[in-house]
């Protein structure tokens, strides 16, 4: 629920008080720092006698004033937040103290790092005497900080009456309006003083003035909770239902922060009570607030039990999402019993309690008749709710009450499902206690629980699945069992238990990928090795003809390149058999090796060497070099693997292939050279590399192009110029 649009506009009050900051109060130095010690003392020395200054302002020892002002300290100075001693005098209304300074030459209008004056400050806390010393010595009384605030919003929002009268006779504006385009009576309004806001009435203030956001004095009021300030507003002209930009009104802002008297008030000067106030209407927002006596008053003036946010929500679903037992009573109460009032995604109030945990809520709408098997848009019953939720005691009152554990959602999921599919083990457990029989049931999709909980990665869950005897051969609807699951995870918990559980570790999908090409592709090391161990065929080939070793040469998996190929040469049966009749001969485990199998192609004729070069690996080209990779094997597209070194500008690897005496020459179907196509990419190093090598410089490619035409043709100047250049030279 997006409660967060409501409570932007709500809060927006709040900014009269925030930026109000006190100052700090200074502590008191140690009075029997001598005088002389300051005086023959460094500029730190005085720096330190300022805030000595600071302190005696701060605690109104006029003669310890003048006492530092005769041994020279700076009465300008300022803290890190550009106060001086006049700006704390006055704050803390030492009358004395402040002429002394004003005396000395003390700027009146100097303002602190948020652009407070020292008037700011005086009325801010009602010291009326220092407020009129400060205008009399040439103070601002229409001083801006750095919000737009005067110091008459100061005084109102402190509720300052004297001080409000005072410098509105001083020209103050009433009508001033800050950064916000919060007025003084707003201020006023929100701390409640009565005579603050007769006073600012009486000087001309508008009570229908809009903020920023177009709240009103009202609203103010309304969240400030003073019920006599309403009435004067409202016999002052202002609406009762008037609304913010976001559809907030004073009626919502008393409910929502539980202001009884405001909101009698309010109700009984015919305050709209069913208006949907943003999101919520008035009855809501009690609820939200867990305002049991605003609540009840609120339905006594005959507010609308079932009354429907614009998500189409009751204040029954809110106080079930919100745990307010209390509220919920109450709400049932004036419902008659009606509780399967349905809500946003077509849930009921037992829906909302069971997702959210709250247990007292889900009993008391049991008792009072909600049904444990409805189900929402989704299907989902409120037992799917707590169980993904892993609201075990919630799950256990739903079950109790006759809630089905077999229940299947839209997707098929049952409790279970949900269970651990969030890793919820207690509600698990629960469930597999009650009817062992969901360990089994399948999603839409075709997945066991055992498929979801390894699939999100909640390995106690799979585990505790595995040993309570879930199925570990069931494939879904694309022939993906759990070991593949945990395969592509890389879980090697789960793989040991699977295969201890005799998981087929050579199934297949119906793409033909067995759980060898899953940790292949991701170079799982550690669960290829367990795989091999278990007895996984490393030389299998999925439906696009690809082994387990090209998809770790694809994926840049050196280590698993290693690992297969040390599999493949252990797997032959040739080798098993001479490996147990030599196992007493030293020296003969080389002998019983088969050769491996480092090239076989996919349906491209596409081998692991020419996937690795293409992908730039240079490390695993150089590893299947050495276990024997054939250099010069074509692709059905007649590409060699220099060739795709080439394209790429790939100069390690080319030099790699040119070393294992591949064809410098050799054709692809267009008829280009290896040269043809660094030339046309610009690679002039790769270039470089293949003339070098006796790359043909003259050589015509199907459309009788040269490698130097090739380069010019794209713009590489640069490499057609090194390509005349070793034309020329040959030409010598």
Partial sequence: MNIKKIFFTVHFLCIFLTYLQPIVAYEEVDTTLQISSITKADSIAKSHASSVLHAAAAVGNVTRIRSLIANGVNVHFVDKKQINALHIAAAKGHFLCVQELLNIGVKVNSADHLGRTPLHFAAQNGHLAVIRELISVGATVRALDCQGRTPLHMAAEAGKTECIRYLISQKASVHALDKHNVTPIHCAALSGSIASVKALIAA?????????????????????????????????????????????????????????????????????????????????????????????????????????????NTPLHLAASYGSQPCLKELIAASQGNVQIIGAKQRTPLHCAAKAGHLACVTELINAGACVNITDAHNKTPLHLSAFYGHNDCLEALIQAGANIYVKTQEAFTPLHMAVKSGSMSCMQTLLHIGAGSISAITRFGNTPLHVAIAARNTDCSLALIKAGAPVNVANQWGVTPIHVAAKRGDLLCLQELIQSKANVNAKTHSGITPVHMVAKRGYVECLKLLVQAGANVLVRNRLKETPLYLAAANGHLSLIEA?????????????????????????????????????????????????????????????????????????????????????????????LLAAKTEVNCLDRYKNTPLHLAAQGGHIKSVKVLIMAGGALKKLNKFNKTPSYLALQNGHLACYEELERYLKNQGQ
Avoid at 291 to 306: S, V
Avoid at 585 to 614: M, S
């Fill in 564 to 656: 297969l190929i040390e599999a493949d040469r252990n797997q032959g049966s040739l080798a098993k058999k001479m490996k147990e009749k030599v196992a007493a001969t030293p020296g003969l485990e080389k002998v019983t090796k088969n050769k491996p199998k480092v090239d076989t192609p996919n349906q491209f004729n596409e081998t692991p060497l020419h996937i690795a070069v293409e992908n730039g690996h240079t490390q695993c080209v150089q590893l299947l070099i050495r276990y024997g990779a054939k250099v010069n094997t074509k692709r059905t597209t007649g590409e060699m693997p220099l060739h795709t070194a080439a394209q790429n500008g790939n100069e390690i690897c080319i030099r790699m």
């Fill in 204 to 312: 001309g203030a508008k009570v229908q003035v809009f903020t920023k956001y177009k709240l009103t004095p009202l609203h103010a009021a309304a969240q400030g909770g003073n019920a006599a300030c309403i009435r004067i507003l409202i016999h002052s002209g202002a609406s009762v239902n008037a609304l913010t930009l976001s559809g907030i009104s004073p009626l919502y802002l008393a409910a929502r922060f539980g202001q009884f008297a405001a909101l009698q008030e309010l109700l009984n000067n015919k305050a709209d009570i069913s208006a949907v106030d943003g999101l919520n209407t008035p009855l809501h927002a009690v609820v939200l607030g867990k305002h049991i006596a605003c609540l009840k008053l609120l339905l006594q003036a005959g507010g609308n039990p079932h009354v429907r946010n614009k998500e189409q």
